[in-house]
């Protein structure tokens, strides 16, 4: 059974730094590109940054220069560092892992999600 699982979100003030981890079970992050999405209060889920599997990045503008992807494949995580951040960064955030490149119509997963809070 594949089990995507998020911690590090919780309540925090604005200007503040959160960390998010995402840990993999019964799959491997090897060969995935992986990423970060978001769905804030009654807004559709969007993309907050993704990280390929030769590690190459790509931020959402509204992010770029206070959020930082990243993936330690040894230990199946993908981690979201989040600083200097504002009330509208508040939404769940989910974790995605993709299917393996190189297999055709390898399922991609998802993670329950995490609760971030930005207070003013």
């Known amino acids: 059974q594949v089990q995507l699982v998020e911690s590090g979100g919780g309540l925090v003030q604005a200007g503040g730094s959160l960390r998010l981890s995402c840990t993999a079970s019964?799959?491997?992050?090897?060969?995935?590109?992986l990423g970060w999405y978001r769905q804030p209060p009654g807004k559709q889920r969007e993309l907050v940054a993704t990280?390929?599997?030769?590690?190459?990045?790509n931020y959402a503008d509204s992010v770029k220069g206070r959020f930082a992807i990243s993936r330690d494949n040894t230990k199946n995580t993908v981690y979201l560092q989040m600083n200097s951040l504002k009330p509208e960064d508040t939404a769940v955030y989910y974790c995605?892992?993709?299917?393996?490149?190189?297999?055709?119509?390898?399922?991609?997963?998802w993670g329950q999600g995490t609760q971030v809070t930005v207070s003013s």
């Open positions: 995605n892992a993709k299917g393996r490149y190189y297999v055709t119509a390898d399922p991609e997963f």
């Open positions: 990280i390929g599997a030769a590690g190459t990045t």
């Open positions: 019964g799959i491997s992050f090897s060969y995935r590109q």
